[in-house]
């Protein structure tokens, strides 16, 4: 089934409303309780045209992507658009599209507090999660306090269950690709979580291998496992990614085994503040490192890929900073920028075929 | 703070700076040519020597602060209020970078930022600070090392991001004002966060300062502010005045009190003797472009090194810029500081800041200034650096005719990295857009 007739049979055959989000950190669950399936906008396989005429050509092509997207009419079945307030990029065009476009889709904001996080950041983030609810209350009626409980720890189970696989990854047991690995990971940007919760079990299930010591372990961070031709790249070379700083993955993933409070509230705040660090949200350089060397040593890697979005500020002003703290640990890295939908250049193949050679 | 640094400081400040400062304009009196009138503007501000002088010491004075005073490098944007109640020596990185791009020094020390791994896509106020921080580069003489980097992200999440780099360089403290973004009206859910913070951020700012806030000091830092902004707003407002005073070019350099001195004596004495001068200008009919035809706004930050240059091209055409929503942005808010009740009011006045502000509310304000002031034009600068005032500014252009009937022109440049400024292509537009005018 395409994901636009997954889209559609969720609407006809359960009556759920269908949400476009931008990146990144958003409280699907809340989503999930009103009987909202949220669909994660972050590489929509557009050619960039429309969105030309808005946005500067300084503006990374995830928002590119994403503007061009809506401008398209590809998107004008959706209930709303939710913008989490990510970048600088997300915000200003989340106004845009709010205030001058006139798309006719309800848009919905989510602010998150910025770290260093302190008691204010905590009660304000409550208020947020509660502000975002009685929103969509106000338009589909309340949700059912039973059910929002329901759903997070239906969160927190597909976290576990994410673990899981990103243990067995790290691992090296998983019998898949790079690129099956990260399009199974991805579903969860689109799939009901009864269904993407069933895809993980069943990912689960497939056959073990052996461990291969002698294969080339690396660490991704970034925003995004994209574009294609990149993870395509590191499996022709035999490279296995062990585990990923990425804002759409691990970023937003629970620390396994995740803590119930048995408060729905209380556990998605709980869950906000336990998530990995991240450069869109203002974390520290000594938490970032701290995060991506402790995925080094599980992972027994051998190096970092930073691959960047052009353009894209909060990863690249602290990308100087994390590659020297690796150096300085005598772990190999390599930065790379790239657009989201493009293929890979020449010089970017050969730059990573130098770089596994080198870490090889 | 060591009693030799205080003393230190205290010399240069009673003493020293005076001194150095008089015997610089001796020489420079003694040196200069006569220099001859230029006939496209009219008579220069006088008060531009006290700027410069008052500009000078500041930049001076900052050299011997180690020790004598805690150093804070702050945001143009964050609640500067809280660390004068202290005593804090505040500098201003977006100030200086503005300083280095006029002397068109960005590109020279933005590279030893980039040799260090930052990307040449990142703000280039940021890329100045960082590349002055690793290799001393400024025509600032010197900055003190920072004690404590205080920032507020209502102009962009970029500065935080910017200020982390920065806190992790010094190993000082980073206290953030978290303001959140305004996509509709502010709620009173923001501000109690905001107000929050201004509670929580005393203590770790106390710590660092090794003295305790005084309440009553601060409110008398809040008067400053907020009568300072008072007056950078009349001082604006002369400029609706038909020819007007002064052009938006002036405006650019003096608004360097309003941003770093903010919530001094120096900064609200400055402008009222700016003020007084433009209301005389005004009343006498002195125009600062003799001659004015066509009255223009420019949106976002100024092209630093180029302001001469364009001050004389639009001059030249008879066009004078007489509002813009830059210079705006230190008036239209900080005078709702108000001392009975400074904690929730200070939200307000620093959440409601333009670049944290939605679209909706720019293109109000911008079709209300373009009332005002009797607008012709819009000139847009597309600040390479700055996301935040550069994303939508195609849309404004757009409905800014639809509206208006406006006439617009878009340049693709940046605040101080003259390598993103395309001359021929900026001319190319210039000319386009004069003919549109007609001038
Ligand atoms: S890629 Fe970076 S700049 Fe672009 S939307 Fe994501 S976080 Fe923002
Ligand atoms: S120029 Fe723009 S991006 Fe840079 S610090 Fe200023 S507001 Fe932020």
């Known amino acids: ?360 | 703070m060591s009693l030799p640094a205080k003393l230190r400081y205290g010399f240069m400040k009673d003493y020293g700076a005076p001194w150095l400062l008089s015997l610089r304009d001796r020489r420079r009196a003694a040196m200069r040519k006569p220099r001859r009138a230029n006939p496209l503007f009219g008579p220069p501000l006088k008060c531009s020597g006290r700027l410069k002088e008052i500009m000078t010491r500041h930049y001076l004075l900052a050299r011997f602060a180690s020790g004598a005073k805690p150093v804070a490098w702050v945001s143009s944007g964050a609640p500067v209020e809280l660390l004068r109640a202290l005593d804090f020596y505040t500098v201003y990185p977006e100030n200086h970078g503005a300083l280095c791009g006029a002397q068109r020094m960005g590109p020279e020390i933005c590279a030893a930022a980039e040799e260090r791994g930052y990307n040449q896509d990142l703000c280039s106020y940021a890329r100045i600070d960082l590349g002055h921080a690793f290799s001393g580069r400024t025509p600032a003489g010197s900055l003190p090392r920072p004690d404590v980097l205080f920032c507020s992200n209502n102009i962009c999440q970029t500065v935080m991001y910017w200020y982390k780099e920065l806190a992790h360089l010094w190993g000082a403290p980073l206290v953030l004002f978290d303001t959140p973004f305004n996509f509709g009206e502010v709620s009173e859910g923001d501000i109690s966060y905001m107000k929050a913070q201004t509670k929580e951020i005393i203590p770790q700012l106390e710590k660092i300062a090794g003295r305790e806030f005084s309440e009553s000091r601060f409110q008398k830092v809040v008067d400053l502010s907020q009568e300072s902004a008072g007056l950078w707003g009349r001082i604006l407002e002369t400029l609706k005045t038909r020819p007007a005073p002064a052009t938006i070019f002036d405006a650019f350099v003096h608004l360097a009190p309003i941003v770093s001195l903010r919530g001094l004596p120096v900064a609200l004495d400055y402008y009222a003797i700016l003020l007084k001068e433009l209301e005389e200008r005004a009343a006498q009919g002195i125009a600062a472009v003799p001659g004015e035809k066509k009255r223009l706004m420019w949106d976002n930050i100024a092209i630093w090194y180029k302001i001469r240059d364009f001050a004389e091209l639009f001059a030249a055409r008879g066009c004078n810029f007489v509002a813009a929503t830059y210079t705006n942005a230190w008036a239209e808010t900080i005078h709702l500081l108000d001392r009975s009740k400074p904690w929730e009011s200070m939200a307000r006045a620093y959440s409601l800041v333009i670049l944290n502000n939605n679209l909706r509310h720019r293109l109000r304000l911008m079709t209300a200034m373009a009332r005002e002031y009797g607008v012709d034009g819009l000139v847009i600068h597309s600040a390479r650096s700055c996301k935040p005032y550069s994303v939508g500014q195609y849309d404004i252009k757009r409905l800014m005719m639809d509206r208006l009937g406006l006439p617009s022109v878009v340049i693709e440049a940046d605040i101080t990295d003259f390598r993103n400024f395309s001359e021929e292509q900026a001319r190319t537009r210039l000319e386009a857009f004069f003919e549109g005018l007609g001038v």
Not at chain 1, 36 to 52: G, N, R, T, Y
Not at chain 1, 68 to 97: M, R, W, Y
Not at chain 1, 165 to 186: H, M, P, Q, W
Not at chain 1, 297 to 309: D, H, I, S, Y
């Open chain 1, 1 to 360: 089934m395409t994901r636009k007739e997954y889209l559609l049979t969720q609407i006809q055959d359960f009556g759920r409303r269908i949400f476009g989000v931008f990146p990144a950190q958003y409280p699907r669950e809340i989503l999930w309780a009103h009987n909202i399936l949220p669909v994660e906008i972050w590489d929509p396989p557009l050619a960039l045209e429309s969105a030309k005429s808005h946005l500067q050509p300084y503006i990374c092509s995830v928002v590119q992507g994403g503007l061009e997207l809506l401008l398209s009419g590809k998107a004008a079945f959706l209930d709303g658009l939710l913008f989490p307030h990510t970048c600088d990029s997300i915000q200003n065009a989340a106004s845009l599209v709010n205030d001058y476009l006139s798309l006719n889709i309800p848009c919905y904001f989510f602010q998150h507090p910025r770290a260093p996080y302190r008691e204010s950041s905590r009660k304000y983030y409550l208020a947020q999660l509660k502000a975002l609810d009685s929103a969509l209350g106000k338009i589909y009626g309340p949700a059912d306090p039973g059910e929002l409980a329901e759903r997070v720890a239906q969160g927190q189970n597909i976290s576990d269950l994410l673990q899981k696989i990103y243990g067995l990854r790290e691992k090296g047991r998983l019998a898949s690709s790079n690129l099956d690995f990260y399009e199974t990971v991805r579903q969860g940007e689109y799939l009901w979580p009864d269904d993407f919760g069933s895809k993980l079990e069943s990912f689960l299930d497939l056959p073990r291998k052996d461990a291969e010591p002698d294969r080339i372990r690396i660490i991704l961070s970034g925003v995004l496992p994209a574009p294609r031709g990149l993870l395509g790249l590191l499996d022709d070379l035999g490279v296995g990614i062990t585990g990923d700083d990425l804002l759409s993955c691990s970023r937003r993933l629970l620390p396994s085994p995740t803590f119930q409070i048995n408060d729905p509230w209380a556990d998605l705040g709980q869950d906000y503040f336990s998530l990995p660090p991240c450069s869109t949200k203002n974390s520290s350089i000594g938490d970032r490192l701290r995060y991506l060397l402790r995925l080094i040593k599980k992972g027994r890697a051998k190096g970092v890929l930073f691959n960047t979005v052009k353009f894209c500020e909060p990863e690249l002003f602290d990308l100087p900073n994390l590659r020297a703290g690796l150096r300085e640990r005598g772990i190999p890295s390599l930065a790379v920028e790239t657009e989201v939908g493009e293929p890979l250049s020449g010089a970017l193949k050969t730059r990573v075929e130098a770089f596994v050679e080198m870490i090889g």
